[in-house]
């Protein structure tokens, strides 16, 4: 079968490999759809701590059922899946609190274990383990189906910001992820949406497609944001941008009682920001992170593009084959698309 392999940074190779074959409690995938993100644009330029060369990446995985390891029960070939991309332990502390988004233990699709740019993958034994095969609902496409990864850790976020009827939104970054801020947040009953970005031809291919109340570029964001909320300011700000500035602007433009996402990590040699603490003491701000999401979500996610409540096939601005995922990386480091989704 072809394969895309991470060797080493800029060196992303399309090889040939036997099939794999599951292991006892493993089940074979014949993947459909493995969708690209930002991170496998950081994975392709600076490689990752967690991946050990060579590494078949892709971790936004929909396909089939192709094959039972020994063992494994209530699944059969053909059964249309979904794989969450962070497998979290299970076991420990956070995870029987019920934190599983940052299990200290989490392992990923794509950095320990083979993932999705592949024509055949094998769902490890650890995802089945804390239900994170999912099925597929009737009527959602396998491109829509990997979408549900990403949207899973939109909704992590969203939980973790209390998004809720009424707000005022902001989302800062127009890409793919802050499309999906941008669609869930009017699911959840957001009064009005506002997406940012410094780009302005990204803002305006994005806003044609989700349609925000505003769609805000320039130096003086927060002012315009002021200005559209008579000052007072967002319920919520997220930033799916990795940028500390965007972050400082969050905690300008919160209003009182707001909260602020900070989604997008920043650079690790660059993490730190200003944040006046009295801004958030007096005006009782809530900063929240985020990390991922849990198997619970992705399960949730798939029934919000299910219901329709968050529509993803519009969003997928890209189809390509396998032989072209090292330009599928490029456009989606260009940014120049919403998503990128590879069909091997
Ligand atoms: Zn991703
Ligand atoms: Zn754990």
Same mark, same amino acid.
């Given at each position: 079968?072809? @394969?895309?392999?991470?060797?080493?940074?800029?060196?992303?190779?399309?090889?040939?490999?036997?099939?794999?074959? *599951?292991?006892?409690?493993?089940?074979?995938?014949?993947?459909?759809?493995?969708? #690209?993100?930002? #991170?496998?644009?950081?994975?392709? $330029?600076?490689? =990752? =701590?967690? !991946?050990? *060369? *060579?590494?078949?990446?892709?971790?936004?995985?929909?396909?089939?059922?192709?094959?039972?390891?020994?063992? /494994?029960?209530?699944?059969?070939?053909?059964?249309?899946?979904?794989?969450?991309?962070?497998?979290?332990?299970?076991?420990?502390?956070?995870?029987?609190?019920?934190?599983?988004?940052?299990?200290?233990?989490?392992?990923?699709?794509?950095? =320990?274990?083979?993932?999705?740019?592949?024509?055949?993958?094998? %769902?490890?034994?650890?995802?089945?383990?804390?239900?994170?095969?999912?099925?597929?609902?009737? +009527?959602?496409?396998?491109?829509?189906?990997?979408?549900?990864?990403?949207?899973?850790?939109?909704?992590?976020?969203?939980?973790?910001?209390?998004?809720?009827?009424?707000?005022?939104?902001?989302?800062?970054?127009?890409?793919? !992820?802050?499309?999906?801020? /941008?669609?869930?947040?009017?699911?959840?009953?957001?009064?009005?949406?506002?997406? @940012?970005?410094?780009?302005?031809?990204?803002?305006?291919?994005?806003?044609?497609?989700?349609?925000?109340?505003?769609?805000? #570029?320039?130096?003086?964001?927060?002012?315009?944001?002021?200005?559209?909320?008579?000052?007072?300011? &967002?319920? /919520?700000?997220?930033?799916?941008?990795?940028?500390?500035?965007?972050?400082?602007?969050?905690?300008?433009? &919160?209003?009182?009682?707001?909260?602020?996402?900070?989604?997008?990590?920043?650079? $690790?040699?660059?993490?730190?920001? &200003?944040?006046?603490?009295?801004?958030?003491?007096?005006?009782?701000? #809530?900063?929240?992170?985020?990390?991922?999401?849990?198997?619970? =979500?992705?399960?949730? &996610?798939?029934?919000?593009?299910?219901?329709?409540?968050?529509?993803?096939?519009?969003?997928?601005?890209?189809?390509?084959?396998?032989?072209?995922?090292?330009? +599928?990386?490029?456009? %989606?480091?260009?940014?120049?698309?919403?998503?990128?989704?590879?069909?091997?």
């Amino acid at each position: 079968m072809k @394969v895309a392999r991470f060797h080493a940074p800029g060196d992303i190779r399309l090889e040939e490999a036997p099939e794999p074959s *599951p292991g006892p409690g493993e089940v074979k995938i014949r993947v459909r759809n493995c969708s #690209t993100c930002g #991170t496998d644009v950081k994975i392709f $330029k600076h490689g =990752h =701590h967690h !991946i050990r *060369p *060579p590494r078949v990446m892709g971790h936004e995985i929909a396909g089939e059922v192709a094959e039972l390891g020994e063992g /494994v029960t209530g699944w059969a070939p053909g059964d249309r899946v979904q794989v969450i991309a962070a497998i979290p332990c299970g076991q420990c502390e956070e995870c029987r609190r019920g934190h599983r988004t940052v299990c200290p233990n989490q392992e990923s699709m794509g950095y =320990h274990y083979d993932g999705g740019f592949a024509e055949y993958t094998i %769902v490890p034994a650890k995802v089945l383990a804390v239900d994170g095969l999912n099925r597929i609902p009737d +009527g959602v496409g396998f491109a829509e189906a990997s979408v549900a990864e990403p949207l899973a850790c939109v909704l992590n976020g969203q939980e973790l910001a209390r998004v809720g009827e009424g707000d005022d939104v902001v989302v800062m970054g127009a890409g793919p !992820i802050g499309c999906l801020h /941008v669609r869930l947040a009017r699911s959840r009953g957001a009064a009005r949406v506002f997406l @940012v970005d410094l780009n302005a031809e990204r803002l305006a291919m994005s806003a044609e497609r989700v349609n925000p109340d505003a769609a805000l #570029t320039g130096a003086d964001v927060v002012d315009q944001v002021l200005k559209l909320t008579n000052g007072r300011g &967002a319920d /919520v700000v997220i930033t799916a941008a990795a940028s500390g500035a965007a972050q400082e602007q969050a905690l300008q433009m &919160a209003a009182r009682q707001g909260r602020i996402s900070f989604f997008g990590g920043l650079p $690790k040699d660059n993490p730190v920001i &200003a944040c006046d603490s009295n801004l958030v003491h007096y005006r009782e701000l #809530t900063i929240v992170g985020a990390n991922g999401s849990s198997p619970a =979500h992705n399960a949730r &996610a798939l029934d919000l593009i299910a219901s329709g409540a968050v529509p993803v096939a519009d969003l997928i601005t890209h189809h390509l084959p396998l032989a072209d995922v090292l330009e +599928g990386i490029d456009i %989606v480091s260009r940014g120049i698309a919403i998503k990128v989704t590879i069909e091997p």
